[in-house]
């Protein structure tokens, strides 16, 4: 293949040299002579022109380019639509959960996460104590739960759904976090209540 090429490039060379050649007065009467004379012509232009007008053309020259350069505008970035995400309230999130809560133990462990994590603050605001993060136990100025809410909660907070593996072809066995939400969320509500009553 390599010898193939370098046989048409050399042919082309002896080709093209044969053909000046032969064209050698029509070349020059044509291409070279119509070259020399513009050549000519604009070495006679440039010579009879003052130099100071060279030179102001070229520093005229210079100084758009300068100016061109500093005062450059970026050119203009497409427009792209951005998606914003919505921004979703925690009861609205709440709400999303409930709706799930029948899909599997998953959902039934968030719901008791997040009611945890909101009794957890609710208690720490009550006793006046800074925030706490990572295991915690629910305690509290008269807070009284029954032992199923207790449970559901601390499970909440401090556990997995992990703890509550459910097999797949066998039928869900009951836990704790089979309990109604709404029984947990009526309990808070009548805590906060009572907090805000100023009885307690």
Known sequence: MKQRQI????????????????????????????????????TLYYHTVPQLVLWAVMVFLVFMAALKSTFVLPAPRPLRWIKKKTV?????????????????????????HRLGKLTREMLDQREGRPEQLGYTRLTGRD??????????????????FADFPQPRWTRPQPTPLDLDPQNVIEYLESEMEINRNGNR
């Open 7 to 42: 046989f048409l490039i050399v042919f082309a060379v002896v080709l093209a040299a044969v053909f000046s050649f032969m064209l050698r007065d029509t070349i020059r009467e044509f291409i070279i002579l119509p070259l020399a004379y513009i050549w000519w012509l604009l």
């Open 88 to 112: 979703v309230s925690p009861v609205e999130s709440l709400a999303v959960l409930l709706g799930k809560s029948k899909q599997g133990i998953y959902y039934k462990w968030m719901i008791a």
């Open 143 to 160: 807070w009284e739960p029954s032992k199923e809410v207790t449970t559901y909660l601390e499970i909440g907070l401090n556990g997995s």
